[in-house]
């Protein structure tokens, strides 16, 4: 599973932060926007291109085990239970589209480059220090898991069969959870002990550039959301 | 210089003060805090960064002052911005995240304060040569080792050449060679730094040491030069350097050897 950045070559990398994040606004709005079936299905026909040209295809795996329970769930209760198999498919592909589109964002943003952006654009330090916070929660806490999953182990800890699968899983909760606050405490020490909160304005070390092509395609997003709405109220 | 006058501390659902009106003065130079666990050395050097009350919860009473500012007060802490360097005793915990390598970690105080960014950039660079890891600059923070790491933190400290260090356990990740290296960079300090060293490694901070103050229960038991470190209000807190540790379980009458030269002088040959 790929939950967090991970390096990479595409031009989805070499992307400005904030025309990735640009797409993830797009495909959020226009999957709602545009009409079903055919617009959620377009937009993630074209995500998915894009992570495919981009050089990020490698989410899609992990993209279709998060998706996996919803269209679980969707299918039960409509389709199963209910008689509504277009709306299972339609709510199935709104849901996947937004998985894909932030776990594109998740895998080619390191946290440090969108500080930069953000700080670079005069925006809030507490907002770009909050939203990299955000982005390393996951990689974190699965690098925390698999530590005191190997203490464990060590310790006669079992996790053959399903049963020892969730005893482990079990074991694993409190110490994962106790220490997970544990840092936050230090981390958020840390940081104010660096100078995160004396309310001066950041120096971006790294700003990255933002080409006439990221400024393009910034622009191109916008008017595809805005059409996209005006398709919807107008129709 | 750091003064602390009948100041206290609890933490928030704490039943008693982790410090309890506590008096003592840092000078510039080197003092080291020794106490037993739950001394409260740890908690001084929080109240003195302004991480205690401001960040942890609680509550103080009593005075603190920092190079003439009250850290527990937002002007306070607006004045010293900068002129502290705080390290934590785990360098994990200390990474921003946000960095791409060594020195960009080692810059991220000085970023934070909205220095110009090659003033950064040279005084990161400064600061990594100060503790002998300017090789390790373009390294990501996640591929270094402990000790690689609390040196790159170390330095980090020092990128904003503060005027007051606070070092909580500094030599916890360091082996032998590194914690020699990191006596050697507080000697090399200019002599106006003050420097304030939580440690339970007695044995090697001690040397480097122009006053010990001994903790216990959150107050000071006692203070002066090293020989605190072989005294009997230490060894009753197990506070003891292991020359004078082993001289007292050998039978020498205190004041216990303080170092190894003297183990050797005093105690009894059988």
């Known amino acids: 599973m790929i939950l967090g950045y991970e390096s990479g070559s595409g031009f989805l990398y070499r992307a400005h932060p904030f025309t990735v994040l640009t797409l993830v606004l797009a495909t959020l709005v226009t999957v709602f926007a545009l009409p079903a079936l055919v617009g959620p299905l377009g937009v993630l026909v074209g995500i998915v291109l894009l992570a495919f040209i981009g050089g990020v295809s490698k989410v899609l795996p992990t993209a279709s085990v998060l998706a996996a329970p919803f269209w679980f769930f969707l299918v039960v209760i409509h389709v199963i239970l209910g008689d509504a198999p277009t709306r299972a498919l339609v709510v199935g592909l709104q849901v996947s589209s937004m998985i894909v589109a932030f776990l594109i ?32 929660t996951v990689p974190r806490l699965r690098a925390r898991a698999a530590a005191i999953r190997d203490a464990q182990l060590v310790r006669g800890l079992r996790v053959q069969g399903v049963g020892g699968r969730v005893q482990g899983l079990l074991a694993l909760g409190m110490p994962l959870v106790l220490g997970a606050l544990h840092e936050v405490d230090e981390r958020s020490l840390a940081l104010a002990s660096r100078g995160v909160q004396t309310g001066l304005h950041p120096t971006p070390l790294h700003p990255p550039s933002d080409s006439s092509l990221d400024r393009l395609a910034r622009l191109l997003l916008y008017v595809f959301i805005v059409a996209a709405v005006a398709v919807r109220f107008l129709t | 210089m750091i003064t602390f006058e009948s100041l206290s501390f609890r933490y928030p659902s704490a039943d008693r003060d982790a410090i309890d009106g506590l008096s003592f003065e840092a000078a510039p130079g080197v003092t080291l805090l020794v106490g037993p666990e739950g001394a409260g050395t740890s908690t001084v050097l929080l109240v003195a960064a302004g991480l205690a009350p401001a960040e942890t919860g609680g509550q103080a009473s009593g005075q603190v002052r920092v190079l003439d500012h009250d ?96 070092l909580d356990n500094p030599t916890s990740e360091l082996d032998s060679v590194g914690t020699r290296r990191f006596l050697d960079v507080l000697a090399s300090l200019p002599d106006s730094v003050t420097v304030l060293i939580a440690s339970t490694d007695v044995d090697r901070a001690a040397d480097a040491a122009d006053r010990v103050i001994l903790m216990d229960g959150g107050t000071v038991v006692a203070q002066g030069d090293a020989s605190i470190l072989a005294s009997e209000d230490a060894f009753a807190r197990d506070c003891l350097t292991t020359p004078a540790l082993i001289g007292a379980r050998s039978g020498a009458l205190h004041p216990f050897p303080l170092t190894l030269t003297e183990l050797v002088e005093r105690v009894p040959s059988r």
């Open chain 2, 71 to 166: 850290p527990t007060t937002n002007a306070g802490r607006r004045e010293l911005a900068g002129r502290i360097g705080y390290l934590q005793p785990s360098p994990w915990t200390q990474l921003s995240g946000m960095t791409f390598s060594a020195v960009d970690e080692v810059s991220f105080a000085a970023a934070n304060l909205g220095w110009e960014r090659q003033r950064i950039l040279d005084a990161a660079q400064r600061a990594l040569t100060s503790v002998d890891a300017k090789h390790l600059a373009d390294r990501h923070p996640s591929s270094l080792s402990g000790g690689e790491l609390q040196r790159v933190m170390l330095a980090a400290a020092l990128a904003t050449d503060p005027e007051v260090l606070l």
């Open chain 1, 105 to 136: 964002f998740l895998v080619v943003t390191h946290p440090g480059r969108l500080v930069d952006a953000m700080l670079a654009r005069r925006l809030p330090a507490g907002a770009a220090y909050l939203l990299a916070s955000a982005l390393q």
